[in-house]
């Protein structure tokens, strides 16, 4: 059985477990913080959470993850079928992580109510609005992020516009679905998923203590 390990406070691993349990995949987790010490760092070079482990090895960063849980339980498919379009789906997961998340985790500082340079909000905002302009002409928003289909693009979308719009407001003062027609309502669809609402919950009892 597939292990999981990380903690319900981190939005990289509520990607991962939200595909787990919309493919109806088992797995244990494993309640695991971020690490350097040398043993994790054997699970996940980085020492980040998640990871998983699975009867072949340990496996870590959140989009790889997704990669590997679709290949080896292709049903429910959380990527469409001809190779265009999952590289699409694939394209906009990553540039989610890397044009937004990133990002936005420059300024993750005010989200625990410390202060944030200047300099670091103004680099937050003008890369945040290009960042969200990419975003804007690859997603759909019909209904689903990527088009009609629901996919793990919409795991990665709603974990990091959850982080993302927190950052934008506090450090840019920017709304980041402002300019984006359908966002929000695509938002409040993926939020109605049971696995979405199963890991919300988690994670609102770990906050709890
Ligand atoms: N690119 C990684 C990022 C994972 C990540 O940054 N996880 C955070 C928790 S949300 C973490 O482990 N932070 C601790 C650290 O950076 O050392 C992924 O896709 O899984």
Redesign the pocket.
Known sequence: MIKLY?AP?????NMVKTALLEKGIEFEAVMTP?S?EDDYRAKSP?????CIETDDGFL????P?LNYLEDTHPEPALLPSDAFSRAKVRELAQSL?LHVELVA?RGFGALRGNEVPNDVKEGIKSDLTKGIGAIKRLAKFSPWIAGDEFTYADLVGYFTFTLGNRSAQLNADMDLFADMPGAKEWFEKVAARDSVKQAEADQAASRRG
């Open positions: 990380g406070l981190s939005n990289y691993y971020p350097q980085m020492g980040k959470i998640p870590a960063e959140s989009i993850i992580e985790r």
